[in-house]
């Protein structure tokens, strides 16, 4: 069965560290994967998405994200976090159709000053 | 360019009335479907059509139907409203291409409670 996991459903960090967010998917076939960021009130923004090709993707924001096949992950990364990074954020997971996409529970990010 | 519209923004009903969700996308994207979100369960899919007279049920159908007359407009109906059923509704539309641009574009939300 289709399926994603984001296994910290909040995390706090203090503004300039480092940030990882955690995403493991199940998919019976080709996954795309997608990682969206939704503010309190606001709709979803997408940050970056894997198709293919090299597994390391950049997005908008100064996000990455790596896609290791092996452990069915695509976590998100930050080098430097921002106060204004605070909201929720979802890892999803589609198939070629392009018509069926799985959403992970979510994790909110705190920042502290 | 609207995007994704979807009205009305916030809806309050009593238990057992009816209602339509509206979703419209100029975009003339071929796929468009309905997410309910609640807290600490993410997104998930209720309906969801790959083109204009195709519809299929997602995650969690029951209570909600769908139809897909054009591209364009893709409503969302609730039959005999629950208080299950309070939740923030998105709709989103995507298509294909070979450039590998495919995305959900994702409309501003209906925030819906039943009482």
């Known amino acids: 069965a289709q399926s994603v996991t984001q296994p910290d459903i909040h995390i706090t960090v203090s503004e300039g560290a480092s940030l990882e967010l955690r995403c493991n998917y199940s998919?019976?076939?080709?996954?795309?994967l997608f990682w969206y960021v939704q503010s309190p009130g606001q709709g979803l923004q997408l940050l970056l998405k894997?198709?293919?090709?090299?597994?390391l993707v950049q997005g908008i924001k100064g996000f990455e994200a790596e896609f290791k096949r092996s452990q069915s992950s695509f976590n998100l990364r930050k080098p430097s976090v921002h106060w204004s990074d605070a909201a929720e954020y979802f890892c999803?997971?589609?198939?070629?159709?392009?018509?069926?996409?799985?959403f992970g529970s979510g994790t909110k990010l705190n920042v502290k000053p | 360019n609207a995007g994704v519209t979807q009205t009305p923004k916030f809806q309050v009903l009593k238990t057992g009335q009816s209602m339509t969700l509206q979703c419209a996308q100029d975009?003339?994207?071929?796929?468009m479907s309905w997410y309910r979100q609640d807290p600490g369960m993410g997104l998930r899919l209720i309906h969801y059509?790959?083109?204009?007279?195709?519809?299929d049920q997602g995650e969690v159908p029951n209570g909600y139907n769908v139809s897909r007359s054009t591209t364009e407009d893709f409503p969302l109906r609730l039959l005999s409203a629950a208080p299950s059923q309070t939740s923030v509704y998105f709709c989103?539309?995507?298509?294909?291409?070979?450039?590998?641009?495919?995305?959900?574009?994702f409309g501003s939300g209906t925030q819906l409670s039943v009482l």
């Open positions: 975009m003339n994207h071929e796929y």
């Open positions: 894997y198709f293919s090709g090299d597994t």
């Open positions: 999803a997971v589609g198939g070629v159709n392009f018509n069926k996409f799985y």
């Open positions: 989103a539309s995507s298509y294909t291409s070979a450039t590998g641009n495919e995305k959900l574009f």
């Open positions: 059509s790959v083109g204009a007279g195709i519809t």
């Open positions: 998919y019976g076939a080709t996954p795309y």
